[in-house]
């Protein structure tokens, strides 16, 4: 009697800033990204959405250090729209990004990650 | 040998070459040209430059500065970043980064947070396996000679480590 009614729909979370991150990382590296990308893809979003460094955003904003959930609801936002947005333009290239070195690869994923982030800045009020 | 030891050392022109890449990352500022002579000027920071021993000691400083810089999430610093694995062209000098690291203020905290993230918040098995390079290196650091030698772990989630008694 019960039949398809016990078939259990797709498994769903809420969305949260660390999903949008893992995405935006699982990008990186399906582009052959290494641990320094991470970093670097990081550095390089946040100098272009806040004009800082992610220490200074943190002390700026009183936010706890290295807890994203911490920061101003604006600058979690800035993040998330920035990184999902960068991901699907990394999910596009997948196959397409090579180089003679990781440098050369890690660099290929930084700056379409900097054009993205110079796109998202724009859409800012800040 | 154990699988967990490092097997490729490199060679003076290669750590060279990889703590120039280190710095650049850690200098680049909207696609500003760096200039070579700010790069020689730190290096000299670090002593004799004929040494590779030098050299390493910059690479070091730099790696953990960069995880310092790039560092926006605690638990990915533990799941990416210091998640040393034999294959990773760092692995050698796990140790000097992670001492390195250990340097800043707020690096205690930082590796706190994580843990508290990757064994607390939503993360599954998969996902806190990744941290795997890192509680190895945590292992290898137990004993009189490291400060650091966290047993924070769940029993038998880690393979090839024995858990904390």
């Known amino acids: 009697m019960l039949g398809k009614s016990q078939e259990?729909?797709?498994?769903?979370?809420?969305?949260?800033?660390?999903?949008?991150?893992?995405?935006?990382?699982?990008?990186?590296?399906?582009?052959?990204?290494d641990e320094d990308c991470y970093s670097k893809v990081v550095i390089t979003e946040t100098n272009?959405?806040?004009?800082?460094?992610?220490?200074?955003?943190?002390?700026?904003?009183?936010g706890k250090p290295n807890r994203r959930d911490t920061l101003p609801h604006e600058a979690?936002?800035?993040?998330?729209?920035?990184?999902?947005?960068?991901?699907?333009?990394?999910?596009?290239?997948?196959?397409?990004?090579?180089?003679?070195?990781?440098?050369d690869v890690n660099e290929k994923i930084d700056a379409v990650v900097r054009e993205q982030s110079k796109q998202t800045r724009k859409w800012l009020p800040w | 040998m154990d699988s967990t030891t490092a097997s490729i050392t490199m060679k003076l022109p290669e750590v060279k070459e990889k703590v120039r890449y280190i710095?650049?990352?850690?200098?680049?500022?909207?696609?500003?040209?760096?200039?070579?002579?700010?790069?020689?000027q730190e290096m000299k920071t670090f002593g004799d430059r004929r040494y590779k021993k030098t050299w390493v000691k910059?690479?070091?400083?730099?790696?953990?500065?960069?995880?310092?810089e790039g560092c926006l999430d605690s638990w990915m610093l533990l799941t990416s970043t210091f998640d040393f694995r034999p294959e990773r062209w760092d692995y050698e000098y796990r140790h000097q980064i992670f001492d390195e690291f250990l340097m800043y203020p707020e690096a205690v905290e930082i590796i706190k947070t994580g843990l508290e993230d990757i064994f607390h918040?939503?993360?599954?098995?998969?996902?806190?396996?990744?941290?795997?390079?890192f509680f190895r290196?945590?292992?290898?650091?137990?004993?009189?000679?490291?400060?650091i030698g966290f047993t924070t772990r769940f029993a038998g989630e880690i393979s090839g480590v024995r858990t904390a008694a």
């Open chain 1, 48 to 62: 272009e959405l806040f004009g800082c460094g992610v220490r200074e955003l943190y002390k700026a904003t009183g």
């Open chain 2, 137 to 147: 290196l945590l292992e290898e650091r137990e004993g009189p000679n490291r400060a």
């Open chain 1, 8 to 33: 259990l729909g797709p498994q769903r979370k809420r969305v949260d800033g660390a999903t949008v991150f893992r995405r935006f990382t699982d990008s990186v590296k399906a582009n052959g990204g």
């Open chain 1, 76 to 103: 979690q936002q800035a993040y998330m729209v920035n990184e999902t947005l960068s991901a699907y333009e990394l999910e596009r290239m997948e196959g397409t990004i090579g180089g003679e070195s990781q440098k």
């Open chain 2, 23 to 40: 710095w650049e990352l850690l200098n680049q500022w909207n696609g500003v040209v760096l200039l070579p002579e700010k790069f020689d």
């Open chain 2, 58 to 68: 910059a690479l070091c400083k730099f790696k953990a500065m960069l995880a310092i």
């Open chain 2, 121 to 133: 918040k939503d993360f599954d098995i998969q996902q806190r396996e990744k941290a795997d390079g």
